[in-house]
């Protein structure tokens, strides 16, 4: 067994920080606030919605330091191992004062009741590092996971475009102390499985994925926890224990992006933000599609491992992975199995993955081409909404005629699923709008939805059929696949 | 009484754009809210809440959970032995905590106070509670109905007809002339039937207190909230305390909108600490926030209206029936009273209905009851318009009240900026830009509200160093210490800079109302004025006396006392700061205060325009721009104002197209959480262009008036008639969702 640790080692701000007694389901934001009285990161929801309890944390990527919005609300302490945590405390500018972010805030009356504001300066805050010049566009994306009630977002975009002119990112504090973090969290990876408890509650944080696969051996009725933005909000709003957790989002392994070998592995523990770019370069078209899943922090957070194993009808990988052909990896300490995504869900809340085991990866084959694909997404709102539909479609024509075709949707079943029916009225049939018209027609035969809140069984059949004309329309009038606004 | 003139004059700090005081504690997280405060020994307090939407309460079993460890305190409606003497306050006891029976979903029925989160969230499920569940009723029209499940028996007053369920608790009719005559004359008469949705203020900060209560019966509280006084004199009812021996203590607000105008925490915190012998905290989670505290009323509207073939109004009629949740209000007198207030009506009758339901209490959302009656009255306006084909804004200046219009509402309207509103809209680019493209529409609408005045206090200090320390009673939730500081600064004329203000606690200052009606910047700087002029006075005085001169001798000109009259020229002027640095000579201290119940609020008008993108296939909504055009009176920070006018709009935008209250059969709230309870993020919204116009308030030496409100009031309207026109089809029900939208381009297109 590998080595065991029984404590969290981690920075907070300035400080080194030891805990050994950590409950599984305690949050960094309780932590921040009770523990350490660091008030100014708030709590507006405690379920990842609102961004008022936006922090930093930083982690070392291949040895380099990296540093990231999340949600401390559903931020769970154990997982801080090995990270720097900054919150809106630890702000300064170069010269001590204000911050060029929180300078412009002020300027641009970026608050009125200003409960949103540390949530957004950590926010504009994590952006003005990654571009200190934004387009409005980068400030809306960074902006999606917060809301602010007072202010309608102006003066905060105009706060976010005059950052760039108050101080040089190059010059800020964090980039100063980057060496000397990176040294010291480097002085607390030890390799070693760490576990923390109170009482009878307990987290562990398995040294690798070997390790992962013998912990869930011993202990097969474990919560896996990777970006918990759903684990989260169990807790949070549910109330529902967890212990014993077995936390995976620190395995580096297990976050592994690459294309090889003519597939796309993304590992299980990949954040939406890890798998971005390597996604969108394979398949463009899922570029914009991913940028409406959550928001910037559960992005940077939540995993698509998670969202596959999680087994919702309405996650917004799944259709789209399923329209690409994509298989799932699973492990136990038994070993390793294959299968096609598609199959991994059985039901409603029933997953194909037996006692012990996690899924490791999801794999995407890469040679796809001649292939015409799409993903849509319909909800309510453009960002930070969940979805009413999505839909991950895949055509191969040949000469004018569907040779192949995957419909893949979410929320129109009780699991992601290929709408049969549909897919056989366009295969074979000539690339043209009647095909489609037809289809469109054929998923009423596929789908019985739900109504629900967010919903109703009758949007969901129209906006659906509206998807697949909407392909055509793109697609067939040789526009490029778009996904701008719903 | 203290109405004031208004006085023209040449501002010095009043209306620039001067650093705002909050800024900086703001953005680097210092601002302590309601939640950010903790006291040694500190407990931690949790309510217990009705899963039912109705339900008798038979018995509620405490024992298992005092006894367990770590249970300081537990208390039920029982130890609450007051009967509160006004029926308002009686209604607030049976919200807080529920009595006989459960109300609504969320409704509190108990409470512990405990060493921690968790043994408080042990201690809540050990509590038994036999519930009788009772049939239930959410909906306005079928909780009018006869038959309908009821709330409260023999609350009904006089003037609801017979034929109406128990539920009917009120009605109140205005107007004026004959309206039967008046649709008589039209040459074309419109009527239609509207819906709307309970939505939420919102607000990012959740309810919070700290309440400390000592042995002794005294008792200090930390909350966050609109109104402390209020907090303070609702609280010391229902504890049965001494007004006097209670404190508060406003926190930093994390917004409120009229949400944070009562109390729901608060007395139990108090009750939990009396009982525990210790410091409590409460904080509510985003879910008890949206089941329990105050949404706005949903709505069911009938609006009728005649004219002439040359645009004039010839009648205008109103049928308002409101739902205020479980416990009275008038949110449906107020519909009535404002649909109708942009108009000079020579016939028109409205009524408002006030109408109980097992959904939570309504609160106030900025101008309470206007958004809802002037979407209904601006959309069927905005139909009359298109069917006479006059422009919209043509069609309402030509029946746009003015000074001496008898308002649909009673009183005849002083010097008002309906009109200046309306030919700013009118020249604006927005207005006169085509807006070109499929699915595109523009819409248009114009919005009233009251303001208030009310109890107010104020205390200004002249500091040994020429500074001045500024007390008002009133939380800032828009600005308000700046506002105050400037016109401090303004009156006493001495920089912006040198004045603080701050927000005093319940022992430090006469009365103060609630932080609504947007009366404050109108209210309280009537105040500050009057306070710096009694400073000013003093000070003349002093400077008489070191002069030897006569009081009436001496004038304050530019920060300074300088001999006048006879005396003019034989005497250096003595600035503030000479005069501060020998007041412990001269007589003491110096400080003005004023104390007022403030009239001559003066209403407001607003108008906005709306151009918008419909999605045909999904029923998805885009707004491409948005211009606000509102009467401050007197701006005293534009920034303040204009985010004031932002605010409002994009909050009325929310309720257009998508935030709503969603029950499920089984009276049950189905979205308490900001996932399902969508308000706007960014990128929902486009910038938000503002127009500030000043027609001064007679009632205000600066000719202020409120702003908090009115921009609240047309974006309702302004989305339908812009999305109405996009989709081709009339939208009658709010929030048009995409869900909803593209239902009805559906069946419009047959
Ligand atoms: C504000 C907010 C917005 C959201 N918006 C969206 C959205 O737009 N679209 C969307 O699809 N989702 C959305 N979600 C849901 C969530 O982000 C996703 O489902 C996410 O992908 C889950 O990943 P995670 O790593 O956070 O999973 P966790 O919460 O850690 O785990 C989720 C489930 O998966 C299991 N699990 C995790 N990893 C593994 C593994 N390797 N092997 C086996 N089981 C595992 C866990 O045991 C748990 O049952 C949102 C959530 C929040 C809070
Ligand atoms: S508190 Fe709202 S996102 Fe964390
Ligand atoms: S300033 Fe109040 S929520 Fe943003």
Known sequence: MAKERREIRFILNGSDVRLGEVAAQDTLLDFLRNARRLTGTKEGCAEGDCGACTVLVGRLVKGRLRYETVNACIRFLATLDGCHVVTIEHLRGADGGMHPVQQAMVEAHGSQCGFCTPGIVMSLYALWMQSAAPSDAEIETALQGNLCRCTGYEPIFKAARAAAELGDPAADPLEAERADVTGRLKAMADGARVTVSRGEDRAILPADVADLADVLAKHPEATIVAGATDVGLWVTKFLKPISPAVFVGHLSDLRQVDAKAARLRIGAGASYTDAEAALARAFPHLGPYWKRIAGWQVRNMGTVGGNIANGSPIGDTPPVLIALEAKLHLRSAEGTREIPLEDFFIDYGKQDLRAGEFVEAVEIPLAQEGVRHAAYKVSKRRDEDITAVAAGFALRVENGVIADARLVFGGMAAVPKRAAQAEAALKGQPFDAASFERAAQALAEDFQPLTDWRASAEYRRLVAANLLRRFWAEEGEGAKARLEGV | ?750
């Open chain 2, 1 to 750: 009484m203290a109405k004031d003139e208004f006085q023209s004059r040449q501002f010095k700090v009043v209306g620039t754009r001067v650093p705002r005081p909050d800024g900086v504690d703001k953005v680097t997280g210092r601002a302590r809210y309601g939640a950010d405060i903790t006291a040694p020994g500190m407990l931690t307090g949790l309510c217990l809440r009705s899963p039912h939407a109705h339900a008798r309460i038979r018995s509620i079993d405490t024992s298992a959970a005092e006894a367990m460890k770590g249970v300081k305190a537990v208390v039920t409606r029982a130890d609450f032995d007051v009967t509160p003497e006004s029926s308002g306050n009686r209604d607030v006891l049976d919200n807080v905590m529920a009595g006989d029976k459960a109300l609504y979903d969320g409704h509190t029925v108990a409470a512990v106070a405990a060493t921690s989160r968790s043994v408080a969230r042990a201690a809540l499920k050990a509590i038994k509670v036999d519930y009788e569940v009772l049939p239930h009723v959410t909906d306005v029209d079928e909780a009018m109905k006869p038959d309908a499940p009821v709330l409260h028996e023999g609350r009904q007053q006089e003037s609801v007809p017979e034929g109406y369920s128990q539920n009917v608790l009120a009605r109140s009719q205005y107007g004026h002339g004959d309206v039967d005559k008046g649709f008589e004359e039209a040459d074309i008469v419109i009527e239609r039937h509207f819906t709307t949705a309970a939505t939420h203020q919102g607000y990012i900060e959740p309810h919070a207190c700290l309440a400390t209560m000592g042995g002794d019966g005294k008792a200090d509280l930390w909350c966050c909230t609109q109104g402390h006084y209020h907090v303070r004199d609702t609280c010391a009812e229902l504890l049965g305390m001494d007004t006097g021996q209670l404190k508060v203590t406003s926190s930093e607000i994390g917004g409120g909108f009229g949400g944070k105008t009562t109390v729901f925490l608060e007395p139990v915190a108090l009750m939990l600490s009396r009982k525990s012998g210790k410091p409590v905290k409460m904080t509510m989670s985003r879910e008890e926030v949206l089941r329990a505290s105050g949404p706005t009323a949903s709505t069911s509207v009938s609006i009728k209206i005649g004219a002439r073939k040359d645009g004039r109004i010839t009648a205008g009629w109103g049928d308002f029936r409101y739902q205020n949740g479980a416990f009275e209000a008038m949110n449906g007198a107020l519909g009535a009273m404002c649909g109708f207030a942009p108009y000079d009506l020579e016939n028109v009758r409205t009524t408002g209905w006030e109408v109980v339901t097992n959904r939570p209490k309504a609160a106030a959302y900025r101008a309470p009851g206007a958004p809802m009656a002037a979407f209904a009255v601006e959309s069927v306006v905005d139909e009359l318009a298109g069917e006479l084909g006059m422009d919209p804004i043509d069609f309402r200046l030509m029946n746009a009240a003015d000074e001496g219009t008898k308002a649909a509402y009673g009183p005849t309207y002083p010097a008002i900026g309906l009109k200046s509103v309306l030919e700013a809209a009118k020249d604006h680019p927005h207005w006169n830009t085509p807006l070109e493209g499929e699915n595109r529409g523009r819409g248009f609408a114009v919005g009233f509200w009251f303001n208030f005045g009310g109890n107010t206090s104020v205390s200004l200090m002249i500091n040994g160093d020429g500074t001045v320390s500024l007390s008002e009673g009133n939380p800032d939730i828009g600005g308000s210490r700046a506002s105050m500081s400037m016109m401090a600064a303004e009156e006493l004329g001495i920089p912006y800079e040198h004045v603080r203000c701050v927000i005093a606690d319940t022992a430090s200052l006469g009365q103060n109302d609630i932080t609504d009606g947007s009366r404050v910047t109108f209210a309280v700087g009537l105040a500050t004025i009057k306070a710096a002029r009694h400073a000013i006075d003093i000070m003349k005085a002093r400077a008489a006396r070191i002069w030897g001169i006569d009081e009436e001798a001496v004038e304050w000109v530019d920060g300074a006392a300088q001999p006048a009259g006879p005396n003019a020229g034989k005497f250096e002027p003595m600035t503030l700061k000479e005069i501060a640095a020998l007041a412990s000579k001269t007589g003491g201290p110096i400080a003005g205060h004023f104390e007022v119940n403030a009239e001559g609020a003066g209403v407001s008008f607003g108008a906005h325009i709306a151009d918008t993108e419909v999605d045909p296939e999904t029923g998805a909504v885009k707004v491409l721009r948005y211009t606000v055009f509102q009467d401050a009176g007197k701006a005293v920070h534009p920034d303040y104002v204009e985010g004031q006018m932002q605010g409002g709009a994009v909050q009325g935008i929310g309720w257009a197209l998508n935030e709503e209250y969603i029950y499920g059969e089984d009276g049950i709230l189905q979205n308490p959480g900001y996932l399902d309870y969508r308000i706007p993020v960014a990128s929902d919204l486009p910038m938000i262009d503002t127009k500030i116009l000043e027609i001064p308030n007679p009632g205000h030496p600066y000719g202020v008036r409120g702003v908090g409100e009115t921009g609240i009031v047309p974006p309702l309207a302004t989305l339908a008639n812009a999305v109405s026109r996009a989709a081709g089809v009339r939208m009658t029900s709010l929030p048009m969702s995409p869900p909803k939208l593209l239902a009805a381009i559906k069946a419009a297109k047959g």
